[in-house]
């Protein structure tokens, strides 16, 4: 599926010199879905290990906004291992569908 396209894409990171992906590229996607315009992601629990020197909201959110961002998709779901009861970093609360905030992909000055 698309979506499922888009997180690989995530996951294998800008391949670019001096740019690190946001998520663990060791990170294992179980499944991706969309159901009544929601995006089911699952992770592995390595996703849970963050990435490089990244802030938490900046991962999510990346993921978040590319799902959402010219699909019909206006949710994601972020689980590991089938579980959504999860915090990421102890920061970003999983428990329910995020929708984008755009905020985050901004500089932060």
Request: net charge neutral; hydrophobic share 30%; glycine share 8%.
């Amino acid at each position: 599926s698309r979506e499922k396209v888009i997180v690989e894409k995530i996951l294998k990171g800008p391949g670019k010199d001096g740019n690190f992906p946001v998520i663990s590229p060791n990170t294992e996607v179980r499944s991706v879905s969309v159901k009544d315009g929601i995006c089911y992601v699952n992770f592995d629990k390595t996703f849970l290990k963050g990435a490089y020197d990244v802030k938490p909201q900046v991962t999510i959110y990346s993921l978040v906004n590319s799902l959402t961002q010219g699909t019909g998709v206006r949710k994601v779901q972020i689980s590991i291992n089938g579980e959504n009861d999860v915090k990421y970093m102890q920061t970003v609360d999983l428990s329910q569908p995020l929708e984008a905030d755009l905020g985050w992909n901004e500089e932060k000055k």
